[in-house]
């Protein structure tokens, strides 16, 4: 089973196919595919490996 990981996000915009969203001031494209974003919450629920390949040299 593939991990899951919660981010904290704002939301900047989304096309049909992803969300543009600020992660701690880098904005970064997230495929809806891929990913469940949460609004009101501001949290992104991501596979652990997409977040390593968006976020290199992070820790998850």
């Not at 989304?14 to 001031?25: F, M, V």
């Not at 997230?30 to 974003?37: A, E, I, L, R």
């Amino acid at each position: 089973m593939e991990e899951t990981i919660i981010i904290q996000a704002v939301f900047i915009r989304e096309t049909q196919n992803s969300w543009l969203l600020d992660c701690e001031g880098d904005e970064v494209w997230f495929p809806k595919s891929q990913c469940t974003f949460v609004n009101d919450r501001e949290e992104l629920s991501a596979p652990k490996w997409l977040l390593i390949e968006k976020f290199p040299g992070e820790h998850f």
